[in-house]
């Protein structure tokens, strides 16, 4: 922690200019979330994992900024503006930038209740709900450009790195969470995908479809309020991450309803947005998002097993999920075959 105390200051409710009743404090692996009434304060930890880092001012003051601007393409009322933080003779100020310490991202609170994961658990979400969100989503997406700079990373050998990082990452799994059978097929299947569908690629390329997008779109990124939709949380640390076909986000949240056991859910919301866009090609490619976002999902939950910290029951559900993971690629792989 660079400034001690920083913490215990933002948890006080007094310090807000919109005086809320209490201060709830919510960590991740990567922010302090302070969530108050009706607005959220998120501060970037100083950490450095590799695929990101926050560990000097100037990259959490940059990387604030840019969750903002990402952010605000799918929520322009969610995210509000970036707040200084001063340290003046050893006291914080909120919203003073005379001695400027850290950085924090102001957001209008959303419901948690109406969260798109916890509608589905309580059986209230509709297919028209998810052709909503797919509407929503194609009109979003048909706003944001294909420039030069997309462009880069929707290229056969940028998106066939990917796919074999993601292998070689997870050969150590075989024999736990991933069989020998299942891996071998997915990794085959992927491979010949891209080697046999080189053109179709090329032609996602020259249409369009590669756009700087949300990077982690799936069920708990998304709230539907009385008709109204919120997504939030897009990927700002990692370009690589964020970069890429739109169908690969389309996939995700496809993926994390089928995942969820929704499949009906998952189709209402794919044919809403093939509907809704211009993007013909999406079918023909879908199947190959999905596996990709299956398995990257394993991947991630896989890395918990590393973890010597982790309890045994803990490990024991991570082991649980990431097998499904691979278990659901597997399966979108034999289907297409």
């Known amino acids: 922690m660079n400034n001690p ?14 005086n809320p009743k ?52 799918f929520s322009p009322d969610v995210y509000l503006r970036v707040v200084p933080i001063s340290s003046i003779d050893g006291v914080f100020h909120l919203g003073n930038a005379t001695n400027v310490v850290e950085y924090a991202l102001k957001m209008r609170r959303i419901s948690e ?37 997309s462009r880069v990373f929707g290229g056969l050998d940028t998106i066939s790195t990917n796919i074999i990082e993601n292998f070689d990452q997870t050969r150590k799994y075989i024999g736990g969470p991933v069989s020998m059978e299942t891996f071998d097929a997915i990794e085959s299947w992927s491979l010949a995908y891209m080697k046999d569908k080189a053109d179709l690629f090329a032609q996602r390329l020259d249409s369009g479809c590669i756009k700087d997008c949300h990077g982690d779109l799936h069920l708990q990124h998304i709230c539907l309020d009385q008709g109204r939709i919120f997504i939030f949380d897009c990927i700002e640390f990692n370009e690589r991450f964020r970069f890429g076909d739109v169908a690969s986000d389309v996939a995700f949240l496809a993926m994390d309803c ?39 999902r394993a991947k991630v ?37």
């Open 5 to 18: 105390g920083l913490v215990e200051f933002l948890c006080n409710p007094r310090v807000y200019p919109e």
């Open 22 to 73: 209490d201060v709830t404090l919510v960590q991740t692996h990567i922010s302090w979330v302070f969530i108050g009434d009706e607005f959220v304060y998120k501060v970037k930890k100083p950490v450095d994992f590799g695929f990101l880092n926050f560990t000097t001012l100037e990259k959490r003051h940059f990387y604030v900024n840019e969750e903002k601007r990402l952010n605000t393409r």
């Open 113 to 149: 209740e109406h969260m798109l994961y916890k509608l589905l658990e309580k059986d209230q979400v509709s297919d028209a709900d998810m052709r909503h969100i797919g509407s929503h989503v194609a009109q979003v997406y048909a706003k944001i450009p294909s420039d030069e700079k």
């Open 258 to 296: 089928d995942y969820n056991g929704y499949p009906a859910l998952a189709k209402a919301f794919v044919d809403a947005y093939h509907q809704s866009s211009v993007d013909t090609t999406l079918p023909d490619v879908l199947t190959f998002y999905k596996v990709y976002r299956a398995y990257v």
């Open 301 to 337: 939950t896989s890395f918990m097993l590393d973890d010597t910290g982790l309890e045994e029951q803990v490990k024991a559900d991570a082991y649980a999920r990431a097998k499904r993971y691979y278990d659901l690629a597997e399966e979108y792989v034999r289907h297409d075959n």
